[in-house]
């Protein structure tokens, strides 16, 4: 199938974005790295009057270290993640989730932002603000504002993004001393979407595990927290029986529903396994 008609305009500026978002209410979309946005619209499941294309707003194209967090701009794109040195010493699970997205000729062109913006359950980059604790800025013509990750995913490709917002940048905490995080998944075949992701964060002082926080990928309608499971490893030492009291509690963190290859059934027995392998990663 090909695309339905639609208008397009290059923005030159985040404002001009914005501007046009505004204009347009609910009928424009954001082309970023269009690797979502062009398939869809050959699917004819989005038909939007106009694309803004922000794909030349350099500005939100950065990686950028502060002395409390590391920022990421919209446009960074997951090769841009995979290589920088910055990323690699201060969150190595993000050079090893961008290695897995999809295929090298897509992360050369698609963006951190696009991605969380999509907000696709099976997508690594969502759970990864949930484990990493992140913020996102939100821009329009009424201003910019800041939302914490965990309030930001609603459901299956839903956020809280009003119709008029884009996603300008991605803020991510630096890692408190003894902070351990490990990442995986588990894939029919590689650069395949996950039947099961995480990502898994703690300190570690002594041998001893707390502020816990473990975020799963491709098993419900969006991205979520394992709160039981972090609250069943919290203050333990990620012993046999304490990750043993954290599968237990998946059943209930997850609820996974099935894809297309897999029932509920597998899908919470592989993400038991790699809950364990991960908290084994973190000693
Ligand atoms: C074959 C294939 C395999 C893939 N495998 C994976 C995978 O394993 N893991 C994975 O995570 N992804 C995968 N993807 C998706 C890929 O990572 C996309 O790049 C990403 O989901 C969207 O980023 P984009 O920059 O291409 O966004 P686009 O396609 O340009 O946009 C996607 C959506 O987000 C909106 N949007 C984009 N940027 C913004 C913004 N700054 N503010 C507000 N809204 C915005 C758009 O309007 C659109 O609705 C795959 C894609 C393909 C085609």
Redesign the pocket.
């Known amino acids: 199938m090909k695309a339905p008609s639609f208008a397009y305009e290059r923005a030159e500026s985040l404002a001009r974005a914005c501007a046009l978002l505004h204009q347009h209410a609910g009928n424009a ?12 619209l050959n699917l004819r499941l ?1 038909q ?1 009057d106009l694309l ?1 294309d ?2 030349q707003l350099n500005e ?1 194209r950065h990686i950028t270290v502060t002395a409390t967090e590391l920022v990421v701009g ?2 960074t ?2 090769a841009d993640i995979e290589r920088s040195a910055d990323v690699k010493r201060l969150f190595p699970v993000l050079t090893q989730a961008a290695a ?4 090298p000729a ?2 050369n ?10 907000a ?1 359950p ?5 759970a990864a603000t949930l484990a990493l604790d992140m913020s996102l800025t ?1 821009a329009s013509e009424r201003g910019e504002r800041r939302v914490p990750a965990d309030s930001f995913f609603k459901g299956i490709y839903e956020t809280g ?1 009003a119709q008029d ?4 940048s991605i803020h991510i905490p630096l890692p408190a001393a003894g902070t351990r995080s490990a990442f995986g998944e588990l ?1 029919r075949r590689s ?4 039947i099961t992701g995480a990502f898994v964060t703690a300190r570690k002082s002594g041998a001893t595990l707390s502020a816990t926080r473990i975020a799963f990928f491709g098993v419900a309608g969006q991205p979520l927290l394992a709160r039981g499971a972090m609250a069943a490893l919290d203050g333990t030492t990620g012993d046999a029986a304490a990750v043993a009291r954290a599968q237990a509690c998946l059943a209930a963190d997850l609820d996974p529903i099935a894809d297309l290859y897999n029932t509920p059934a597998t899908k919470l027995h592989l993400s038991r396994v790699l809950l364990a392998r991960l908290v084994a990663q973190l000693a």
């Open positions: 979309r954001i082309l970023a790295g269009g690797q979502s946005l062009i398939p869809a989005s939007p803004i922000i794909s939100l919209a446009l794109r997951h897995q997205i999809a295929h897509i992360r062109r698609g963006t951190m932002g696009g991605s969380i913006a999509l696709d099976a997508a690594e980059w969502p939100l993004m917002e884009m996603l300008k894939t650069g395949d979407y996950a």
